[in-house]
């Protein structure tokens, strides 16, 4: 986990080695002046890293630039019809043989907005205020990444709000005790119960009448509140830190 210039937050990996090919992009963005300008940068400064295989400005050829190119990254805006976004990227994931990675790139700051739009289940998430060498790292570790992380590169301000309630405390009730350690909400802290007992994302989910992107938005921003970056590590410390004991686990395993 890094932070920019904008103060966001930006959660990389694996960024020391360099690709053995060149990472296939598709760009769909409705902003032709943005969407010719971002090729144009990645191809100037990436050009041993990066190769644009498509552009265009519809969700519709996207979906069929995904399925005849087969890029390794989509990078794609969304705008409000959150719900249009949401189709678009399932029919890229299953029209194309690459299962490619999908970036969300977006211009809003509002909290709600912000919200529904880290449940759309991209694997990485950045404002168009960042610069392209922001972008370049979330390519790569989106690339890098393997299995269910989700990487986020939005302002920290706005994020840290949309995860507030009306009464302006984050409405799972987190916080921090006297001596300043973080302490997790409810639901982050039935998360990592869950978690403890061994239980996939996915299953969590089901368990708790949530969606799946929720469960990982929820880990996504714990992990680096804990000082952590795996499953493991968060439940070993959040023992450690009394959050939870063994029995309580166990208990949390009796209820599945």
Do not use: C
């Amino acid at each position: 986990m890094k932070s920019t210039n904008d103060g966001s937050m930006v959660k990389t990996q694996s960024m020391g080695r360099r690709w053995q090919r060149q990472v296939k992009v598709l760009l769909a963005d409705d902003h032709t002046m943005f969407r010719e300008g971002l090729a144009g940068m990645l191809a100037s400064s990436y050009a041993d890293e990066v190769e644009v295989v498509g552009k265009t400005d519809t969700g519709e050829e996207a979906v069929a630039l995904a399925r005849e190119k087969n890029p390794d990254v989509v990078i794609m805006q969304v705008d409000k019809t959150l719900r249009k976004a949401r189709d678009t990227l399932k029919q890229i994931r299953e029209g194309s043989s690459s299962s490619p990675k999908v970036i969300i790139l977006t211009m809003f700051e509002e909290p709600l907005i912000l919200r529904e739009i880290l449940d759309l289940t991209a694997n990485a998430y950045i404002h168009k205020s960042a610069s392209v060498e922001e972008l370049f790292a979330i390519v790569r570790a989106a690339v890098d990444t393997q299995g269910e992380h989700v990487l986020v590169a939005l302002p920290q301000g706005e994020l840290e709000l949309s995860e507030e309630g009306e009464d302006g405390s984050g409405e799972d009730g987190s916080g921090e005790d006297a001596s300043g350690r973080v302490l997790p909400g409810k639901r982050e802290l039935e998360i990592l119960l869950l978690v403890g007992r061994g239980m996939s994302n996915r299953k969590i989910a089901s368990h708790l009448d949530i969606s799946e992107a929720t469960v990982k938005r929820h880990l996504a921003n714990l992990y680096p509140k804990m000082g952590v970056t795996s499953r493991g590590e968060a439940v070993r410390k959040a023992l450690e830190n009394e959050w939870f004991t063994f029995r309580e686990i166990e208990a949390a395993i009796e209820e599945v």
